[in-house]
């Protein structure tokens, strides 16, 4: 066990009231090992140091256990843009009955995420190549999810354009984001609408030891995503729904 990602993640979780035990944290070790190494060959992330990743990624990671609340057992989860596999991994790793979709543009992220999850000898999760405007469309995928989660992936207008099409009607979908959430919240509320959702709490947070602000955005899906959206890759971005 590395011993600086081992305090820190301990001190870190304790501060935010959440419980671990050796097994999750033997795996997030591994984690953090095959991270490390895998960089070196693919630019996976920044954020190397171990007290850095423990707080920045993992911890993290785990705050939106405080939006999620309770979820029946094999509950369909989609992490949008997965990117190195935060949340979706950490969230595994803490929560086995969890049923978790990772979904990746870049083949080389999907190849780690792969490696992870054999290492960590991970069930119930799967990594998934593609774009999210074109599996949006997918019968197989397309308002099936339980929950949707993305981390900093693009403007909320943008990201519910990605995200609420995989949620299933009644469900949620979470955006992880930053200090400055509200006014990205501000010029997506058309966007969140016209998708067939409707912002249901926000939560402030601040992560531990170093004090940084997050903003967990959950909204609820209440009526189904018009057919036409998502729409055709690159558009999104281009053109938010204003």
Known sequence: MHKILL??????????????????????NLYYRLLIEYNKKV?????VKPEEV????FIDSLTCLKAI???EKDSQILDLGSGAGFPGIVLKIYNDSFNITLLDSLQKRIDF???????????KIRALHGR?????????????????????????AVLAEYCLPYTRIGGHFIAMKGAKAQ??????MKSIETLGGAIDEIYNIK?????????????????????????KAGIPSKRPIK
């Open 54 to 57: 423990a707080i920045k990624h």
């Open 113 to 123: 995420l792969n490696t992870v999850i054999e290492q960590l000898q991970l069930n």
């Open 207 to 231: 992560l531990p030891i170093t004090g940084d602000e997050r903003t967990l955005i959950k909204i609820k899906k209440i009526r189904p995503t018009p057919e036409k959206y998502p729409r």
């Open 7 to 28: 305090d820190t993640l301990e001190k870190g979780l304790r501060e935010i009231g959440i419980e671990s035990n050796k097994g999750q944290l033997d795996k997030l």
């Open 132 to 156: 999210a405007e074109d599996f949006g469309k997918k019968g197989d995928h397309r308002e099936k999810y339980r929950l949707v989660l993305s981390r900093a992936v693009a403007d909320l």
């Open 69 to 71: 609340g309770s979820m």
């Open 43 to 47: 630019n996976l992330t920044a954020i």
């Open 183 to 188: 006014d990205e919240i501000k010029g997506a």
